[in-house]
């Protein structure tokens, strides 16, 4: 099987939410970890390739420049 291809920016649903209650998280770092932050409260976190991988339930169409959040890092 071949391995799911991710971009910086690209924004994915998981299957299990958040303490904070978010399903969708926003990829910020690309290697064999996998950083993501959380949409709602800006939490990020780092995980293995593998496990994204099988926590991924859709992946969701980017945000336009106008809707981004005030966590992102300019």
Known sequence: M???RFELGE???LRKKHPCGSFDWAVVRLGADIG???EKCGR???LP???VERRVKQV???LQPTELDPFDEE
């Open 2 to 4: 071949q391995p799911m």
């Open 11 to 13: 924004r994915l649903r």
């Open 36 to 38: 993501l932050r959380c």
């Open 44 to 46: 990020r976190i780092l």
């Open 49 to 51: 390739r593998s496990e």
């Open 60 to 62: 969701l169409p980017r």
